[in-house]
């Protein structure tokens, strides 16, 4: 049987990659389990990387670049208001909560948590991951900030890390009490946090 096309084996692994580490954590996955989640010989493994380490921050880079193309799409981005997009991003986040954590936690996250002091390859790539998606949230915040808040003395880069840290924190209950509700309650202060600092009763 022939083997599959590089490009189509590297991306098995990185997909793999993401299920593996999202579920074991970093230090318990193995490159053997990696390879059998991937469908594709070990031999193969070590043609596109050269260690685990490697694979990890490609992996981030991976995750990066899916996510961005999953909150991209999603319908929250139509809202021609951007708070109304903020809220729907609030809104989306608790509507994917889905499955077991594995399947509905951040990957930058669980890697970052564990190898923040030993790895900083991929310490910086999961730093790169999380601050992307932060900038992207930035960009609606600063203008929605100009529209209902403009004289507010916080920044809409520190709203954005305030968000993301509040579901990066969420995500560690769900995998402690292996639950999803945590993280819905959170967000659903979130969401009447951002209604105030907004005024958006004043503002509907």
């Not at 390859?121 to 601050?131: P, T, V």
């Not at 954005?160 to 959170?186: E, H």
Request: glycine share 4%.
């Amino acid at each position: 049987m022939s083997s599959p096309p590089q490009h189509i084996s590297k991306t098995k692994f990185l997909d793999a990659a993401l299920q593996v580490i999202r579920t074991k954590g970093y230090a318990a996955a193995t490159v053997d389990d990696i390879c059998q989640r991937a469908g594709v010989t070990k031999g193969s493994f070590f043609h596109h990387f050269a260690s685990k380490d490697e694979l990890a921050v490609a992996a981030a880079s991976h995750w990066d670049a899916m996510t961005a193309e999953f909150f991209a799409s999603a319908p929250y981005r139509l809202a021609p208001d951007p708070l109304d997009r903020i809220l729907g991003y609030v809104d989306f986040r608790a509507a994917i909560l889905t499955g077991e954590p594995a399947e509905y936690t951040c990957l930058l996250g669980t890697l970052v948590q564990e190898i923040y002091a030993t790895h900083p390859d991929i310490r910086a790539a999961c730093d790169r991951g999380l601050c992307s998606h932060i900038a992207e949230l930035t960009r609606d915040i600063e203008a929605a900030r100009a529209c209902y808040a403009p004289t507010a003395t916080w920044s809409a880069e520190s709203l954005g890390y305030f968000i993301q840290a509040l579901l990066q924190g969420s995500f560690i209950f769900a995998k402690a009490k292996q639950s999803p509700n945590v993280v819905r309650s959170n967000l659903q202060h979130l969401r009447r946090y951002l209604e105030t600092l907004f005024n958006r009763s004043a503002a509907s």
